[in-house]
Nanobody, 126 residues
Framework: QVQLVESGGGLVQAGGSLRLSCAAS????????LGWFRQAPGKEREFVAT????????YYADSVKGRFTISRDNAENTVYLQMNSLKPEDTAVYYC???????????????????WGQGTQVTVSS
């Protein structure tokens, strides 16, 4: 099974940028669709962005659309989340996830994913 390790989190001022990375080991990386989710203190985990196996399809939560970009490098077994124009409400632990189901899958739902990373903290100060 695939193992996922996130990196790139940290403290940034509002309006700044961060690039999260999620490196995968084991499994066949290109066979998974990938997603980023986040969880703020006292809140449920929420969807951020997802990318298809071939990178042809991406989808974003309305709250991050136009500011965040998800991408993947299947040769490097890595998925990225470029975050620009960060806001204090983006503060959360960010998780990457990999899903292996085929067919009609709602990639915005956490239950569609089989494997999760341990998370990386992103803090945006005002």
């Amino acid at each position: 099974q695939v193992q996922l390790v996130e990196s790139g989190g940290g403290l940034v001022q509002a309006g700044g940028s961060l690039r999260l990375s999620c490196a995968a080991s084991r499994g066949t990386f290109s066979s998974y669709f990938l997603g980023w989710f986040r969880q703020a203190p006292g809140k449920e985990r929420e969807f951020v962005a997802t990318i298809s196996r071939s990178s042809l399809s991406t989808y974003y939560a309305d709250s991050v659309k136009g500011r965040f970009t998800i991408s993947r490098d299947n040769a490097e077994n890595t998925v990225y989340l470029q975050m620009n124009s960060l806001k204090p409400e983006d503060t959360a632990v960010y998780y990457c996830a990999a899903g292996q189901y085929s067919g009609n899958v709602n990639r915005a739902q956490a239950s569609s994913y089989n494997y999760w990373g341990q998370g990386t903290q992103v803090t945006v100060s005002s």
